[in-house]
């Protein structure tokens, strides 16, 4: 289940962003579809913030993949060689 501040990563167009908040999609008088609201990343410092909505379905927890630590499989010293 996605909730408000997972950070997610639309299927098909490969954005990504920060739920900020739930909608809904009309599709008959009766039938209605959730959608996320998500606030993209802003590349300027303007005080107005992108933003996406699509349905549930099309989105997907997303995790950065960063290296926090790594260790060389053998001895620093044994590279002076």
């Given at each position: 289940?996605?909730?408000?501040?997972?950070?997610v990563?639309?299927?098909?167009?490969?954005?990504?962003?920060?739920?900020?908040?739930?909608?809904?999609?009309?599709?008959?008088?009766?039938?209605y579809?959730?959608?996320?609201?998500?606030?993209?990343?802003?590349?300027?410092?303007?005080?107005?913030?992108?933003?996406?909505?699509?349905?549930?379905?099309?989105?997907?927890?997303?995790?950065?993949r960063k290296?926090?630590a790594?260790?060389?499989?053998?001895?620093?010293?044994?590279?002076?060689?």
């Open positions: 289940m996605l909730t408000i501040g997972d950070r990563r639309h299927k098909s167009t490969g954005i990504t962003g920060t739920i900020i908040g739930y909608g809904y999609r009309k599709i008959s008088e009766s039938y579809l959730t959608t996320l609201k998500v606030e993209l990343p802003a590349y300027s410092y303007s005080p107005i913030k992108p933003m996406a909505e699509d349905l549930f379905d099309r989105w997907q927890i997303w995790h950065e290296v926090l790594c260790s060389l499989p053998f001895p620093v010293n044994s590279l002076a060689n």
